[in-house]
């Protein structure tokens, strides 16, 4: 939603079934591949689709570290996937990778005040406490209990602005049959 907000059409998914010529069936934790529409699709088929993931980014709960820090930085690099994230929630670490076109090998990238530049995305990647964020400019980008808890505040301040109208109004009413009696 929010790249379709934006103008953008971006395809994003997660734990999708990604299909490259001549690779076994993997599926990351997150994709996105940009310039393509963002319809619903089952898997992501490389040869289909005419076009690789841009960006795909892991999540490291407990066990298998070695697959997400070591394995799949080759292997995405490898398939030429320009930038790959791992979010290892435990030790609330975010590493990245950019593709270097020359090597076919990525590159760590560094930060900016705590922030990743994904070109793909086109957005700032960093870890706010244990949560990972993704921001626009440096606006974060909220998640959907944030959009419900914003939406339930506007709603809450509305109905309170609204009883204290009807309450003015009611008053003003009193104050006016009292007038009239009087008269």
């Known amino acids: 939603r929010f790249f379709g907000s934006d103008g953008r059409n971006v395809y994003v998914a997660g734990n999708l079934p990604v299909y490259y010529p001549d690779e076994p069936m993997f599926s990351p934790d997150l994709i996105a591949v940009v310039d393509v529409s963002p319809h619903f699709r089952n898997s992501w088929v490389k040869d289909a689709e005419g ?3 841009d960006f795909a980014l892991e999540l490291i709960w407990s066990g298998r570290r070695r697959k997400d820090l070591a394995d799949n930085v080759d292997k995405y690099a490898r398939l030429g ?16 990778y950019r593709l270097d076109p020359d090597e ?17 995305l086109g957005l700032g990647v ?11 400019g440096t ?15 506007t709603v809450d301040s509305g109905l309170s602005r609204l009883r204290e109208l009807e309450a003015a109004l009611e008053q003003e009413q009193k104050a006016r049959e009292q007038e009239q009696k009087a008269r």
């Open 81 to 96: 996937i320009p930038e790959y994230f791992v979010f290892d929630m435990p030790r609330r670490l975010l590493l990245a």
């Open 104 to 120: 076919a090998a990525y590159r760590p990238m560094s930060t900016h005040a705590g922030v990743y530049s994904s070109h793909a």
């Open 126 to 136: 960093t870890l706010e406490g244990a949560k990972l964020r993704f921001l626009a």
């Open 51 to 53: 076009r690789g993931l």
């Open 139 to 153: 606006a974060p980008i909220p998640d959907p209990e944030e959009l419900i808890d914003r939406l339930e505040s």
